[in-house]
């Protein structure tokens, strides 16, 4: 059992940047598959980004790549995302997500951080 916190959410006028972190607890994610999704009000459910404990070739949504990128520190069992450039449309609520070895969806999700982004 593996429990993530967000933060680093907030309101940013269109252009900005902000950099979400996600602190672990109960396990360490060293072993684990991490990544981000978005949840925006009347819009599928979207993953922004992924990467593997191998740290190799981590992916990102079309919409982001080129902006967004997905970090981790397991010496301080974190993950962050880094975004810049940041459009109205990537206004939703972040998730940190999990899921461990042989998985193929989503195990564990925080709580979530707002992002708006203003024109």
């Known amino acids: 059992q593996v429990q993530l916190v967000e933060s680093g959410g907030g309101s940013v006028q269109a252009g900005g940047s902000l950099r979400l972190s996600c602190a672990a607890s109960?396990?360490?994610?060293?072993?684990?598959?991490m990544g981000w999704v978005r949840q925006a009000p009347g819009k599928e459910r979207e993953q922004v980004a992924r990467i593997s404990s191998l740290f190799i070739s981590p992916s990102y949504a079309d919409s982001v790549k080129g902006r967004f990128t997905i970090s981790r520190d397991n010496t301080k069992n974190a993950l962050y995302l880094h975004m810049n450039s940041l459009k109205p449309e990537d206004t939703a609520m972040y998730y940190c997500t999990a899921r461990g070895l042989g998985r193929s969806l989503w195990d564990y999700w925080g709580q979530g951080t707002q992002v708006t982004v203003s024109s």
């Open positions: 109960g396990d360490t994610i060293s072993e684990y598959t």
